[in-house]
Nanobody, 116 residues
C-alpha cells in the first residue's frame, strides 16, 4: 500500500496550492479519503474528507477556501487550497480509511508553509 502526497511548498498569504495524493495497493473507489494536517506542537487534525460517492466534509476553518476531490479512475485525491493563511501552515497527510475497521492507511506528509 502506498499513498504519496505531493504539491506542498512555500506560499504567501492569500495564495493557493494544490495537494495531490497518488495511491496504490488499495481498492481506492471504496475508501473514504481524507486530508489531515499537523502543525508544530499540535495534534493531527482532519481537514477534509470525501466518501466513495463524492460526499465531502470540511472543518470550519477551511470551509469556503479548500476543496477536496477524487478521481476514482486515477486513484488520486486532491486538495485545492485557496486564500491560504499563516495558520494553515502544517504538514499535510493523505489518509485512506475503509469501513468496519478494514484498513486505515497513511502517506508521508507534505509541508505547507504560508508566510510572507
Amino acid at each position: 500500500v502506498q499513498l504519496q502526497a505531493s504539491g506542498g511548498g512555500l506560499v504567501q498569504p492569500g495564495g493557493s496550492l494544490r495537494l495531490s495524493c497518488a495511491t496504490s495497493g488499495i481498492t481506492f473507489s471504496r475508501a473514504v479519503m481524507g486530508w489531515y494536517r499537523q502543525a508544530p506542537g499540535k495534534q493531527r487534525e482532519l481537514v477534509a474528507s470525501i466518501t466513495s460517492v463524492g460526499s465531502s466534509n470540511y472543518v470550519d476553518p477551511v470551509k469556503g477556501r479548500f476543496t477536496i476531490s477524487r478521481d476514482n479512475t486515477k486513484n488520486t485525491v486532491s486538495l485545492q487550497m485557496n486564500s491560504l493563511k499563516p495558520e494553515d501552515t502544517a504538514v499535510y497527510y493523505c489518509n485512506a480509511k475503509f469501513p468496519l475497521a478494514l484498513g486505515d492507511y497513511w502517506g508521508k506528509g507534505t509541508q505547507v508553509t504560508v508566510s510572507s
